[in-house]
């Protein structure tokens, strides 16, 4: 039995140049240490879109035409996801449609308790009103069985490594509902440690 070797390609990694950083001090260009700063910028790969257009996640445009790499822009974009699903299933928690199980793999015990509590307070609050609405003799015996909150946008910023906070802002039924969510990752998991539902 005859075996070939097949000549492996390497994948074209990008190049760094490395160019001197402009001087805020005047032409000398050292700074009050007698340092000289740099800039590191990566060229782009081919097919990559050009400057001003949506480039690669987390990088974010810098000044002088240069992309600056966040390299915690994965964790946030998924930080984010998160807050956004969260927040969706904790007013549907709310409003009777989801049980609150269903959020227990996310939450904290303690942000857990405390929307249980809320939603059963909730629900006890419908409950009398819609016993007052179906007093005989009114009128619009039509009723919206499920409204879906919609999440307008989701705000995330990284407060120490491994904790976010989150701002979420979701139309409910005839409002706007702010709410706010502490995330820290333990173990490598990541949990809703604080819950504020407006």
């Not at 492996?8 to 190049?15: D, G, L």
């Not at 006890?124 to 946008?153: D, F, K, T």
Request: net charge positive.
């Amino acid at each position: 039995m005859d075996t070939m070797a097949i000549e492996e390609t390497a994948p074209t990694a990008p190049r760094l140049v490395v160019r001197p950083a402009p001087s805020l001090r005047g032409p000398a260009g050292d700074g009050a240490d007698g340092t000289q700063g740099s800039v590191v910028k990566m060229t782009p790969r081919q097919g990559t879109p050009p400057d001003g257009q949506t480039g690669p996640q987390g990088a974010l445009p810098a000044q002088g035409g240069a992309t600056v790499l966040d390299p915690a822009a994965p964790e946030r974009a998924l930080v984010a996801e998160m807050s956004r699903r969260i927040a969706q299933g904790a007013l549907e928690v709310l409003s009777g449609v989801r049980s609150v199980q269903q959020l227990s793999r996310w939450l904290d015990t303690r942000c857990f308790s405390a929307l249980t509590t809320r939603a059963r307070l909730h629900a006890a609050a419908c409950q009398a009103e819609s016993r007052h609405a179906s007093q005989p003799g009114l009128a619009g015996n039509v009723s919206l069985l499920h409204h879906q909150p919609i999440v307008h946008s989701t705000h995330c910023s990284a407060i120490a490594p491994g904790v976010y906070e989150t701002s979420v802002v979701v139309a409910d039924k005839s409002r706007f509902r702010a709410i706010a969510m502490r995330f820290e990752e333990t173990h490598g998991a990541w949990k809703v440690t604080a819950l504020q539902i407006g």
